[in-house]
């Protein structure tokens, strides 16, 4: 049950029990006040008729001594007191009046049926009304409840923009000093300091790898004019990794800046993932199936540094049999490994998260990057089976109908 839903059944609730607790106080009250009134009426009546009888004259309607009287009035004869008394036990209720004059009892009665009836009338008065208030009650409070619903469901939306990434979603004050009100300032100002310090996270990062672009290539000159040994094989590969790793930085930096853009041509999907298991330098390691060849229309060379990379990453962190499959617009990375972490299932890759089952440096950072430039799909999941699955989903950029075979073999060299 949504909260607009929530709101709407307390108020007319709340509604409802309130015309419901005053109908019933109105009701006793009227029912009082009637009955107040028509003993007053008739115990009048009843004192001038013990008075006419005494006089030795008796009006029409005055009972003399009668044989059925109210048990409870005949108490209150007896006692010497003069007394009302409603009897309900009969088809019709009738109230009664009786006092004694010497050896006599002098009875009046009248039927209360007009009050009732009047009663009735009143209850249901009170019934529509309650009716009419309460659903009034609850299309205001379903207004209210639809307006407040209105913001809480902004305020959610935008929440959920800026953790998948959009930092430039903010709210639109409405005024006031309300309690959404306050959450709406709440979240603009949360955003407006994660903004800042990312940005800021974002620029260090940028300009460390700026500032180590010439001693890095200095250092990799350097080791490329060694003499040659055990050592300087060693020397050259962590120059060269230190390099590879400065030029991924640089490129998370651009990604992050939202500064690249793609630029397409159409082509084979079988074709660039043979080129990407190529390119990985996994080309005999890598099982390529092509269950259905597309052509599409993407930034070839994007989508080649994608896979590239989720190739490296299932040698790295997965094992067994690496399977790259092309299946109409989707090319699925497989391993049979542990698994992709749940952080990462949950979270998304993030950046210089490293660990034999947790992710994974910064490549598949810039494969998500690389993904969200071309505007394709890339999810990563634990398959039933086992294992680890990368999907990159292509099928937007189809261009054209299926590929024959041969017409989607790589070339033997270059582009």
């Known amino acids: 049950m949504g909260l607009r839903t929530k709101i709407g059944v307390a108020i007319t609730a709340t509604a409802a029990v309130v015309s419901v607790l005053i109908g019933l106080v109105v009701h006793h009250r009227t029912a009082l006040n009637q009955l107040e009134t028509a003993r007053e009426s008739l115990d009048q009546r ?66 209360y049926t007009r009050q009732i009836r009047n009663l009735d009338e009143l209850d249901e008065v009170l019934w529509l009304a309650g009716g009419i208030g309460t659903a009034l009650a609850g299309v205001v ?65 940028a300009n460390i790898a700026h500032e180590l672009r010439t ?25 060269h990794r230190v390099r590879t790793l400065m030029e991924d930085v640089l490129e998370v930096a651009r990604l992050d800046a939202d500064a690249e853009h793609a630029e397409t041509d159409v082509r084979a999907l079988g074709e660039l993932t043979r080129r990407a298991v190529r390119a990985a ?42 399977v790259a499959e092309v299946d109409d617009g989707v090319i699925r990375i497989c391993d049979r490994g542990p698994g992709f972490p749940e952080q990462l299932l949950s979270h998304g890759p993030q950046r ?27 999810t990563f999941t634990n398959p039933p089976g086992g294992g680890a699955e990368a999907v990159l989903d292509l099928s937007d950029a189809i261009r054209d109908a299926d590929v024959d075979a041969a017409s989607s073999a790589p070339p033997d060299d270059g582009d």
Do not use: C
């Open 141 to 205: 409070g379903v207004a209210l409840a639809t307006v407040a619903g209105r913001r809480l469901n902004a305020s959610a939306r935008t929440a959920e923009r800026i953790a998948d990434g959009d930092l430039t979603a903010r709210l639109r004050p409405r005024g006031g000093k309300d309690e959404l009100a306050r959450l709406i300032h709440a979240v603009n100002t949360m955003a407006d300091a994660l903004a800042a310090r990312l940005q800021a996270e974002r620029e260090v990062t």
């Open 46 to 111: 009843v004192v001038s008729a013990a008075e006419d009888h005494a006089a030795g004259l008796d009006r029409p309607r005055v009972i003399l001594n009668p044989h059925r009287l109210p048990e409870p009035l005949r108490r209150a004869v007896d006692r010497g007191r003069r007394a009302t008394y409603l009897d309900r036990s009969g088809p019709e209720p009738t109230l009664w009046a009786a006092t004694r004059v010497g050896d006599d009892v002098v009875v009046l009665k009248h039927p």
């Open 281 to 322: 330098g996994s080309g005999e390691k890598v099982e390529v199936r092509v269950v259905r060849d597309r052509l599409v229309e993407t930034d070839a060379r994007r989508v080649e540094r994608i896979l590239a990379n989720l190739v490296t990453n299932a040698f790295r962190h997965g094992s067994g049999q690496v």
């Open 215 to 239: 001693p890095v290539a200095g250092l990799v000159a350097a080791a490329e004019l060694l003499p040659p040994g055990r050592p300087t094989e060693l020397v050259r590969e962590r120059s």
């Open 352 to 378: 210089f998260r490293t660990g034999s089952r947790a992710g994974l440096g910064l490549g598949l950072t810039i494969a998500v990057g690389q993904a969200r430039v071309l505007g394709a799909r890339l």
